[in-house]
T-cell receptor, first 114, second 109 residues
Framework: SAVISQKPSRDICQRGTSLTIQCQVDSQVTMMFWYRQQPGQSLTLIATANQGSEATYESGFVIDKFPISRPNLTFSTLTVSNMSPEDSSIYLC???????????FGPGTRLTVT | QKEVEQNSGPLSVPEGAIASLNCTYSDRGSQSFFWYRQYSGKSPELIMSIYSNGDKEDGRFTAQLNKASQYVSLLIRDSQPSDSATYLCAGGTASKLTFGTGTRLQVTL
């Protein structure tokens, strides 16, 4: 597996502002993913962060709202833009290691939008 | 829409009993299946993976996969209070996993 950290662990933000969440892995990984987990619900994939190219977004998620960067094989950021209370959620990054299908999750970022 | 379905529970079992959690999936293209354990306020933790039909055992955990029936299960033997958590079933490929809504397990003393 890999050691994954996320910053910040939690934040309270005002409507209309943006928050950038960082995900750092202690080793180079092939795949990095961003998920959202709304209260009492399961995980929804937002996008796959591709190193050196634009992220691949799932249906219902757009780059203008959730811009993603992945400058190298150990780091990615997710920005939640122009936030509304509906964006209040836990945001999780996960990584997939080369040659295996398993995904490992970071500790998550708990976002509250007021 | 590709789905993974689980009973939300709660599933209540006494300490020392076997807990049986079940999951069905709709996407026949799914190649790999996983069980994650999620404690309240924590992120999901991978506990089992299974890729081929049959059983896979790891300690007190046994995962079962039946691709013909599109069915995945997790058995937890000698259940402990520390097993009380939400168990998420996931299926998919290396490029995408779909998660179920989770089954909440309560192990009672």
């Amino acid at each position: 597996s890999a050691v994954i950290s996320q910053k910040p662990s939690r934040d309270i933000c005002q409507r209309g502002t943006s928050l950038t969440i960082q995900c750092q892995v202690d080793s180079q990984v092939t795949m990095m993913f961003w998920y959202r987990q709304q209260p009492g619900q399961s995980l929804t994939l937002i996008a796959t962060a591709n190193q050196g190219s634009e992220a691949t977004y799932e249906s219902g998620f757009v780059i203008d709202k959730f811009p993603i960067s992945r400058p190298n094989l150990t780091f990615s950021t997710l920005t939640v833009s122009n936030m509304s209370p509906e964006d209040s959620s836990i945001y999780l990054c996960s990584v997939g290691l080369a040659g295996v299908y398993e995904q490992y999750f970071g500790p998550g970022t708990r976002l509250t939008v007021t | 829409q590709k789905e993974v379905e689980q009973n939300s529970g709660p599933l209540s079992v006494p300490e020392g009993a076997i807990a049986s959690l079940n999951c069905t999936y709709s996407d026949r293209g799914s190649q790999s299946f996983f069980w994650y354990r999620q404690y309240s306020g924590k992120s999901p933790e991978l506990i089992m993976s299974i890729y081929s039909n049959g059983d896979k055992e790891d300690g007190r955990f046994t995962a079962q996969l039946n691709k013909a029936s599109q069915y995945v299960s997790l058995l937890i033997r000698d259940s402990q209070p520390s097993d009380s958590a939400t168990y998420l079933c996931a299926g998919g490929t290396a490029s995408k996993l779909t998660f179920g809504t989770g089954t909440r397990l309560q192990v009672t003393l």
